[in-house]
């Protein structure tokens, strides 16, 4: 989730002001209490989704140039009809079939579906009146403000039906910044010793303890991948991406799974110098900082993604894995640098309109930036040919 370009040079918010969930808080130090030090991956599971305070399960979504964090699709509408090409491009390759299902996890607002369609519409493409959209989040009323925005735009007819929702389908499942925050346990290399780094409560307060590592999956995790921590460095290991990514693989009979997110093959993910520190993060207020025992239940944690991980665990999950690129390639591939030419070139153009979605592009494509997020694409019963 980036950080929203010059902003920070800004007058900031009171971050002091927002406080965490108290109750939330109160909770997790009472679990603390009853069973002893927890791993970071159960803290960060309560701090994000618990029902109760969870900084997920707020009935608003976070996303958004007023929110915490901005993501592809509040960048410019364009980001969707890219993503529109690369699902027109699967529908034809699979054969054109009836019904073709768009699930999106983590669908927010329905901002980035919305996009999809009006791509498809704006391409005068015959997916258009036949793509469903199953938009898929964690906080049930997120799906019934997602059903009453696709009502005012005219596309209640788009969404699948609550019988439809979560039934295996043909088509494409996309899941943009997601994995990013699945809960992470966080380890630490001591001499030839790997530790994990837990969570205890010290007069009232979330503290760091380090101890034996929780599971044997941990290291092995990393031994499958020729990691090694050094002393002193620290890192993350998500043990949730098998099982969320198994889920996903379930609900496709057939289609393509796309995975995009900020990321790294293990050797530069686990890069002891320009990575020591590890890559966990909390963003608030469109900033972030590195303490995630701050503001418990109202900001967002996230840590760089595993993409030699991804790739192993959607083979093991049965998945064909298609390619890994950046965002930037991928954007590059579907045409997005010509788009840009026809927007400035059609005469109804505005100036406005032109920078504003030229300045969208630079933050897409930037290699510093969105540009280098990793695109993670897998199939199921993948044609090689257009049908």
Do not use: K
């Not at 959209?133 to 799906?143: A, K, N, S, T």
């Not at 530790?195 to 303890?209: N, Y």
């Amino acid at each position: 989730m980036e950080v929203t370009p010059g902003l920070r040079r800004e007058p900031g918010p009171d971050l002091a002001a927002v406080g965490q969930d108290e109750a939330l808080a109160t909770r997790i130090r009472t679990e603390i209490e009853r069973d002893g030090p927890i791993t970071f991956a159960r803290f960060m599971e309560l701090a994000l989704y618990d029902p109760a305070g969870g900084y997920y399960r707020a009935e608003a979504a976070r996303p958004g140039r007023g929110g915490d964090f901005l993501t592809a699709p509040e960048t410019h509408p364009i980001f969707g009809e890219m993503l529109a090409r690369a699902i027109e491009e699967a529908w034809g390759r699979l054969g054109r079939p009836e019904p073709f299902v768009l699930r999106e996890y983590g669908a927010g607002t329905g901002t980035l579906g919305l996009a999809v369609l009006a791509g498809l519409d704006a391409a005068r493409s015959p997916l258009a009146a036949r793509l469903r959209y199953d938009p898929v989040e964690v906080e049930p009323r997120r799906l019934e403000a997602i059903a009453t925005r696709f009502g005012e735009a005219g596309r209640s007819g788009t969404l699948v039906t609550a019988a439809e929702h979560g039934r295996p389908v043909v088509g494409v499942i996309l899941a943009n910044e997601v994995l990013d925050a699945l809960p992470t346990h966080r380890m630490v290399g001591r001499g030839d010793r790997l530790q994990e780094v837990l969570v205890s409560a010290e007069r009232g307060a979330f503290i760091d303890l380090e101890a034996q590592p929780s599971t044997p999956a941990l290291a092995a995790r990393l031994a499958a991948e020729g990691i090694a921590l050094d002393d002193g460095q620290r890192g993350e290991v998500c043990l949730a991406l098998e099982p969320w990514l198994a889920g996903a693989a379930a609900g496709l009979d057939r289609g393509l799974v796309l995975l995009i997110d900020y990321g790294y093959p293990a050797a530069e993910l686990y890069d002891p110098v320009r990575r020591r520190d590890g890559t966990l993060r909390a963003y608030l207020r469109q900033r972030v900082h590195a303490d995630p025992y701050r503001h418990v239940g109202r900001q967002d944690l996230t840590a760089h993604v595993d993409i030699t991980a991804v790739e192993r665990a959607g083979e093991a999950a049965g998945l064909s894995h298609l390619g890994t690129t950046t965002q930037a390639e991928f954007l590059m591939g579907l045409g997005i640098q010509e788009r840009l030419q026809a927007v400035q070139a059609d005469p109804a153009t505005t100036l406005e309109d032109y920078l504003a979605l030229r300045s969208s592009l630079l933050r897409l494509l930037d290699p510093v930036a969105m540009g280098r997020f990793r695109v993670v694409g897998f199939g199921r019963a993948w044609l090689v040919s257009v049908g």
